[in-house]
């Protein structure tokens, strides 16, 4: 289960289902960074394609939400090349 707060910041949860949630893994997750090292940057090499790093960063900067978005914008901008 995932939410945008902290077990403790939902007050409509019940004790009982709070403390569940609280005992199991808490973590915050940001959006992803911008490294040409990072998974965005293989998914091209993975692909066999040379993408500058100038329209990776392009992507990268316009594409913010998520991995798979990056991703699944590199793949449509790769398949309208065919």
Do not use: Y
């Amino acid at each position: 289960m995932s939410s945008d707060r902290h077990p403790r910041g939902i007050p409509t949860l019940e004790e009982r289902v709070r403390s569940r949630f609280e005992g199991g893994m808490i973590t915050d997750i940001h959006r992803p960074t911008w490294k040409c090292e990072s998974r965005f940057c293989h998914k091209a090499d993975a692909l066999g394609v040379a993408v500058p790093s100038e329209v990776l960063d392009f992507i990268a900067h316009k594409v913010q939400s998520n991995i798979r978005e990056l991703e699944g914008a590199l793949t449509r901008i790769l398949d309208t090349r065919a």
